[in-house]
Antibody
Framework: EVQVLESGGGLVQPGGSLRLSCAASGFSVSNSAMNWVRQAPGKGLEWVSTITSSGGSTFYADSVKGRFSISRDDSKNTLHLQMNSLRADDTAVYFC?????WGQGTLVTVSS | DIQMTQSPSSLSASVGDRVTITCRAS??????LGWYHQKPGKAPKRLIY???SLQGGVPSRFSGSGSGTEFTLTINSLQPEDFATYYCLQYNTYPWTFGQGTKVEIK
């Protein structure tokens, strides 16, 4: 069964950094396109980033470009999202997705 | 960026009703569109991919249609568990973009 499980969220001060992880089971991240999507409190869904299956090309929303970095650790079958220079408007639940499979999300709160 | 205009933003319906939600893309996206629903506090769940393909395990009362710029999600015979917020997502071109959502409420 394909499953993804996010971790790493928490409270961080503006300007700080956080690394989210997404542990995959039932498939290999090394040959899968995977994504991060976020949802601010009471708001709609926002695509954040994608890493493609072949060659590992990466794409980012303009709102996070230059601050966030998506990567994968094939040895641990895990996807990561490194988030730097965090701002209050990055506060959201972050979901890891592979096609139709979504995790339950991890909450990131950016506040002083 | 491709804008996805979803309508209506909310609707009230009764159990057994037929419901239709529309997404319009600002430029052609072939059939690279998915439909999701989300209940409060839960992760979104994909219902439809490739505009009209039913996700495994999703009831057949859900159906999708369209191509290019106009897309429709239809729910035949609305059930109590269908009251949720629905989103479309275009994945034709980066940045991927979601519609703003349609909240389906009980009349």
């Amino acid at each position: 069964e394909v499953q993804v499980l996010e971790s790493g969220g928490g409270l961080v001060q503006p300007g700080g950094s956080l690394r989210l992880s997404c542990a995959a089971s039932g498939f290999s991240v090394s040959n899968s396109a995977m994504n991060w999507v976020r949802q601010a409190p009471g708001k709609g869904l926002e695509w954040v980033s994608t890493i493609t299956s072949s060659g590992g090309s990466t794409f980012y929303a303009d709102s996070v470009k230059g601050r966030f970095s998506i990567s994968r650790d094939d040895s641990k079958n895990t996807l990561h999202l490194q988030m730097n220079s965090l701002r209050a408007d990055d506060t959201a639940v972050y979901f890891c997705t592979k096609g139709g499979n979504w995790g339950q999300g991890t909450l990131v709160t950016v506040s002083s | 960026d491709i804008q996805m205009t979803q309508s209506p933003s909310s609707l009230s319906a009764s159990v057994g009703d037929r419901v239709t939600i529309t997404c319009r893309a600002s430029q052609g996206i072939r059939n690279d569109l998915g439909w999701y629903h989300q209940k409060p506090g839960k992760a979104p769940k994909r219902l439809i991919y490739a505009a009209s393909s039913l996700q495994g395990g999703v009831p057949s009362r859900f159906s999708g249609s369209g191509s290019g710029t106009e897309f429709t999600l239809t729910i035949n015979s609305l059930q109590p568990e269908d009251f949720a917020t629905y989103y479309c997502l275009q994945y034709n071109t980066y940045p991927w973009t979601f519609g703003q959502g349609t909240k389906v409420e009980i009349k």
